[in-house]
């Protein structure tokens, strides 16, 4: 067997960023943008012959050239990046693969959560990591004393990035909707507004709705944004997949808490955002279970958004940012507390979301 050295590859490095860049686009994968660790096996030519990458806790963008198939290439490359993950902090370790991909992950110890035929296959390093979740999940529902009795439950998915007065709209017109309203907070720390605080913010601005369960998305319902779409052919196929494959998990969550609704908000600028709920409208009730989108709360005849609160703080209205939020968001976006994500925000390139 040819001796191959394992190297980090960093974004500055012209020469291999292009030897990575061939590997990956002869083996029919696209470089994903979100990427923080890659690493390359080279031979002692110096030929990239296998890579991977890291994103958060999810190992991406794993490619072996087809001429070294069968010399276990994959395996150093996964055990490199693990070693990686663990240096980091990171033990719960996810990945996404080709269907015909996933029975060689399953041999390195991944177990498969949900797959979309044909598209995607979502694995993770631990066997019960998902039915610890599920497990979670019932128990944070449980401290509500009117989960007992509950019979019609729905649930919203809210980034809210920041928490907005449309946003609270969504949350109380979809409780008085059913008994139970599960409220899921997307974790993931990529927005504008960091985790911490929106949680915090939601929680406030919607103190008084009595009938919310709070739970967060945790590592099991990822945005756009990061779900991996290195090795789907177009924008809309990325879509298809992303939005089968968050309705196939949602419906292990629902059918483990007794949910029949899922509420959404209307999103009349977004093609990716209209196009998904389309798709997960339509799997839902494949499913038996029902979607309903909420139209938007509008102000001065425009939609209340998330994007249009942003741009206030970005511009300095703080006229127009309060009009569009919910004191308690007002509140924290006054406060000292709020200088280092004000900051952020004004300097951000982008603050509109489409």
């Known amino acids: 067997m040819a001796e191959y050295s394992a190297s980090t590859i960093y974004p500055y490095d012209k020469r291999a960023i292009k030897k990575l860049d061939a590997l990956l686009n002869q083996e029919g994968i696209q470089h994903d943008k979100n990427l923080d660790y890659t690493m390359g096996l080279f031979d002692e030519e110096e030929n990239l012959v296998a890579t991977g ?14 001429a070294h198939q069968g010399e276990g290439l994959m395996n150093i490359v996964v055990s490199n990046l693990i070693e990686h ?16 991909m996933a029975h060689r992950f399953s041999s ?34 449980a401290k509500n004393p009117l989960s007992a009795s509950a019979k019609l439950q729905g649930a919203v998915i809210m980034n809210a990035n920041p928490f907005t007065l449309g946003h609270q709209y ?7 909707q059913c008994e139970l309203l599960h409220v899921f907070i997307v974790s993931e720390d990529i ?3 960091p985790f911490s605080v929106r949680e915090k913010l939601i929680r406030e601005g919607s103190a008084q709705i009595q009938n919310l369960v709070y739970h967060t998305t945790g590592n099991y319902l990822i945005s756009n944004a990061t779900f991996p779409s290195y090795f789907l052919k177009d924008s809309d196929t990325v879509i298809l997949a992303h939005a089968k494959l968050d309705v196939t998990i949602f419906i292990r969550i629902a059918q483990a808490l007794n949910i029949s609704v ?37 102000s001065a005849g425009a939609p209340v958004s ?10 300095g209205n703080m ?9 308690s968001t007002w509140r924290y976006f006054t406060s000292a507390e709020a200088k280092q994500v004000l900051e952020k925000i004004r300097t951000s390139k982008n603050v509109i979301h489409y």
């Open 108 to 141: 390195m110890g991944f177990y498969e959560i949900a797959r979309v035929d044909n598209k995607v296959v979502f694995m993770e390093n631990r066997k019960t990591g998902f039915e610890s979740y599920l497990q979670q999940l019932k128990e944070e529902t």
């Open 85 to 100: 993950e663990y240096e980091m902090g990171r033990i719960d370790l996810f990945l996404y693969t080709k269907c015909e």
């Open 306 to 315: 998330a994007s249009s609160a942003r741009s206030a703080l970005q511009n």
């Open 170 to 176: 969504l949350l109380e017109t979809a409780a008085k």
């Open 262 to 298: 899922r509420f959404v908000g209307e999103e009349p600028f977004s093609h990716v955002t209209n196009l998904y709920n389309q798709i997960m409208k339509e799997q839902l009730e494949e499913n038996g279970l029902h979607c309903t989108i909420i139209p938007r709360l509008e």
């Open 191 to 193: 927005s504008l507004v």
């Open 53 to 66: 990458s890291c994103f958060g806790n999810t190992l991406r963008c794993l490619a072996v050239d087809s």
């Open 319 to 327: 006229e127009l940012f309060k009009s569009l939020v919910p004191e």
